[in-house]
């Protein structure tokens, strides 16, 4: 194949790998949601994610690579997010340290995860219901 046989080729045909090679950038890049879970009353919620193909390859020691990523409910905020970790063991509880008895502003998801200083779910100016300081 000689050089003057691609410029033979039609645009369509460029116009069409490129989009493929741009979808594949893509997908190779971004996680996969895998599965979500909300807080006790709802303001948080726990999404966990297949790690991306790129980041399986770099993690390729891992069987089970994820990421775990905590959003605020309303507004829409990312709270945090984790480095991939390997979950094969499994998920586990989650437990939510926001509220009292245990409020230690922390959310437990694995071993390996953990998000610190979050505010907690019930608090005086949100009268959520179920919270011990909403009032009947």
């Known amino acids: 194949m000689k050089l003057s046989d691609?410029?033979?080729?039609?645009c369509i045909v460029w116009?069409?790998?490129?989009?493929?090679c741009m979808v594949l950038g893509w997908y190779?890049?971004?996680?996969a949601l895998f599965m979500t879970y909300?807080?006790?009353?709802?303001?948080?919620?726990?999404?966990?994610?297949?790690a991306s193909l790129w980041q399986?390859?770099?993690?390729?020691?891992?069987?089970?690579?994820?990421?775990?990523?905590?959003?605020?409910?309303d507004p829409?905020?990312?709270l945090g997010e984790s480095k991939v970790v390997d979950l094969w063991s499994g998920i586990g509880t989650?437990?939510?340290?926001?509220?009292?008895?245990v409020q230690a502003n922390r959310v437990h998801v694995s071993p390996g995860v953990v998000f610190e200083n979050i505010p907690p779910e019930c608090t005086e100016a949100a009268?959520?219901?179920?919270?011990?300081?909403?009032?009947?």
């Open 6 to 10: 691609l410029k033979n080729v039609p």
């Open 15 to 20: 116009c069409l790998a490129l989009n493929a």
């Open 28 to 31: 190779a890049t971004r996680p």
């Open 38 to 50: 909300n807080s006790p009353h709802f303001v948080y919620r726990l999404e966990i994610h297949h």
């Open 56 to 73: 399986r390859i770099v993690h390729y020691d891992q069987k089970a690579p994820f990421i775990v990523r905590l959003y605020r409910v």
């Open 76 to 78: 829409k905020e990312l």
């Open 94 to 101: 989650i437990d939510w340290h926001l509220d009292p008895p």
């Open 127 to 136: 009268q959520i219901p179920g919270c011990p300081n909403t009032r009947p």
